[in-house]
């Protein structure tokens, strides 16, 4: 099955996302699709100094993104439990609000 509907990931407040996982699990689709959905070329085009890096272990370790914004403030999920959808809707509120910081801040 395809990826939730095709929302616009914008990656401007990011500095890194990490995504770990073990393909071997069956928990891990909605990490995978959230790796798919910052990986891809038109958000990556939103912030080309954004590492996204994906770590693919065999440990049956718990899937987790572990977000770094510019800031320095880290957001850390882990997949087991939430769905793509959930997932992509924390980052991007978080992602959101720091937008709307800098931009605040910037006007100072």
């Known amino acids: 099955m395809a990826a939730p509907r095709k929302a616009s990931v914008i990656l401007k ?9 073990c393909p071997f699990e069956s928990n891990v689709r909605s990490t995978r699709e959230f790796l798919a959905m910052v990986g891809s070329e038109k958000a990556r ?3 080309m100094n954004c590492e ?3 770590i ?10 572990d977000v770094t914004y510019v ?3 880290r957001l850390l999920m882990k997949g087991a439990k939430l769905t793509s ?3 992509l809707s924390a980052f991007q509120t978080r992602c959101r609000a720091k937008d709307t910081q800098t931009i ?3 006007k100072k």
């Not at 693919?56 to 993104?65: G, I, L, N, T």
């Open 56 to 65: 693919v272990k065999h440990d049956k370790s718990e899937p987790v993104v």
């Open 71 to 73: 800031d320095g403030e």
């Open 45 to 47: 085009a939103t912030n």
């Open 52 to 54: 996204v890096t994906s």
């Open 85 to 87: 959808t959930e997932m």
């Open 104 to 106: 605040a801040g910037g």
């Open 13 to 21: 407040t990011v500095k890194k996302i990490s995504v770990q996982f």
